[in-house]
């Protein structure tokens, strides 16, 4: 039999092209020639061979079917392991073979060949003659280099040609605004000042005509933009003070502005910066009160300005929100109101929606036992998705599309939505669960769905503080207490539930063995594996450990006998 090839690594370099571009193609059709040309890649290290994987020749773990009385599902899912078991040794037989180590090496010649035609005749564009030889990774980030050049001195054009007409805008409003103009005939104020309040007054229509939110991603926002922002801002904060130079519908303007372009960041950072723009501002203003140097409407915004970006705010909210504490800044007969109002208005609304938003990050763990909880004893919880094993408590069994409000979890303190079942944790430490009940995964005692949720027994009796649930494999549900201690219940398969064996557990079992003493703070059940962290900093994992998912030298570990600390 001929050797398998084990696992490897592609690495083409380029100055081998055209010597791959003239080989005999037909050469390719006999397993001499391929024999030939897979020891040319291997020479030049073309192809690096990687560590064989470890063989894993275990086969499932059967219940003892004369002892465990089991469900059909449970029987169909042994069944469906025994094939797959069988197949995956069928798989692994048939990739042994002469015949599939020569077509592997067929296909990794034919690969190299392939790249070497590509480059030659349809990336010509790209390759540049002048790379040097040895640079044996120049391939893709070289040529995505090269290409990008071009567009790179163009976007500096532009970045210059934007920053010298900001920084022309800026200077002719600032000229305007300070060089003293005539009124005209009709004894109005001069062109000039009207000039430049249309500018801000245009800006103000098109930031009011974006969607809301429009400049929050800054990821999204070349850095180009931001800086234009940061000019415009910078620029606006000066005009809105008293002794700037520019006239009252100026600097009411640059307010308005400003607020619309902090809205559409929906920073807090932005947020409170413009209510320390309006804080300082109205200093200034009292100053000049005090000194009899106030001229009328100073000092102000235009009330439907910032009501529209307050009720934006506001709507955010949602029906948390209690609306009889909502205050309002006061509306002048001319439409106005005061930039210290609004000051408060927005800062207080901030610091609601900051109360709120806190409210959704409690988790149980900042909860002390005898303390009053910060969370309240009633939630609401908004529930979609499939429902095909009630695992949404909804009555029926038909998908939700759109999120709907849930009764049946209005008293969870926390709910963790597993393989087609759910667990709330109460705020007593007490657990419930509905939804698909095969291999035990509800810890209920039996294989039933459960249509409502329904109380789990902890044998001795605990506060639950966590639960984790798998999202794949065949459920299994971990659970650490107020104490610490660790229960584990649903499939056992691989040992990962963490008892020593592969058996299913219809109820939650504390977990014993390395764990016992311990103090866990966290667990986490994945797809065939557990593990769980102890308040000292040491990580336990168990189940299967293919692929290195473990965290041991070993790429196998079947039962929690193997547990490792890190």
Aim: aromatic fraction near 6%.
């Amino acid at each position: 039999m001929a050797l398998m090839i084990p696992p490897v690594k592609l690495k083409w370099l380029e100055h081998l092209n055209s010597s791959w571009i003239t080989e005999d193609s037909e050469s390719i059709a006999t397993r001499e020639g391929v024999s030939v040309l897979y020891s040319k890649l291997l020479a030049n290290k073309e192809v690096v061979l990687l560590p064989q994987q470890v063989l894993c020749l275990k086969g499932p773990q059967l219940p003892d079917f004369e002892r465990e009385s089991l469900s059909s599902d449970e029987q169909e899912h042994y069944l469906d392991a025994l094939l797959s078991s069988q197949l995956a040794l069928a798989k692994m037989v048939c990739s042994d073979s002469p015949f599939a180590a020569a077509l592997r090496k067929r296909v990794l010649v034919l690969q190299r060949v392939f790249y070497a035609l590509s480059n030659k005749y349809h990336d010509k564009g790209k390759v540049k003659q002048h790379q040097h030889s040895l640079e044996n990774n120049s391939g893709s980030a070289d040529l995505h280099s090269v290409s990008e050049r071009p567009r790179s001195s163009t976007d500096a054009l532009i970045e210059m040609g934007v920053r010298t007409g900001l920084s022309l805008l800026f200077a002719l409003l600032r000229q305007s605004w300070m060089m003293p103009t005539a009124p005209n005939p009709g004894g109005n104020p001069g062109s000039n000042i009207n000039l430049c309040n249309d500018v801000i007054h245009t800006a103000i229509d098109v930031v009011s005509s974006l969607p809301a939110l429009s400049l929050a991603n800054e990821s999204k926002i070349p850095p180009m933009g931001l800086d234009c922002l940061s000019q415009v801002t910078t620029f606006l904060k000066g005009v809105t003070m008293p002794n700037s130079g520019a006239d009252i519908l100026g600097r009411r303007l640059a307010s308005e502005l400003l607020l619309g372009l902090a809205s559409q960041r929906g920073s807090l950072r932005y947020l409170l910066e413009w209510i320390e723009m309006a804080l300082a501002a109205s200093a200034v203003v009292s100053t000049m009160e005090q000194n009899k140097l106030l001229q009328n409407q100073e000092g102000l915004i235009s009330y439907d300005c910032f009501m529209n970006i307050l009720m934006q705010m506001r709507r955010s909210l949602g029906s948390s929100a209690d609306r009889s504490q909502w205050r309002e800044p006061t509306r002048t007969s001319d439409g106005l109101c005061s930039l210290y109002e609004a000051a408060l208005c927005l800062f207080e609304e901030v610091c609601r929606m900051a109360s709120d938003y806190s409210r959704t990050c409690v988790s149980p763990d900042s909860i002390q036992t005898g303390e009053t909880p910060v969370v309240s004893e009633t939630c609401e919880v908004y529930v979609w998705g499939s429902n095909s094993s009630h695992q949404l408590v909804e009555g029926t069994q038909e998908k939700i599309l759109q999120p709907k409000l849930a009764s049946s979890f209005a008293d969870a303190q926390t709910i963790e939505a597993g393989q087609y079942c759910t667990f709330v944790i109460s705020s007593d430490g007490s657990v419930r669960a509905c939804g698909k009940g095969s291999y035990g995964r509800l810890g209920l005692g039996d294989s039933n769905n459960q249509s409502t949720l329904k109380k789990l027994t902890f044998e001795p009796h605990r506060a639950i503080k966590k639960v984790s649930s798998s999202k794949g494999s065949d459920g299994h549900t971990l659970a650490f207490t107020t104490e610490g201690e660790v229960f584990s219940w649903g499939d056992g398969d691989y040992g990962k539930l963490g008892h020593g064996n592969s058996s299913t557990q219809k109820y939650p079992k504390l977990i014993q063995g390395p764990l016992q003493g311990k103090v866990v703070v966290c667990v986490s059940a994945g797809y065939r594996h557990s593990a769980a962290v102890s308040e000292d900093g040491e990580l336990y994992t168990w189940g299967e450990g293919d692929f290195g998912r473990l965290g041991m030298l070993s790429s196998y570990s079947p039962f929690i006998s193997t547990f490792a600390v890190k």
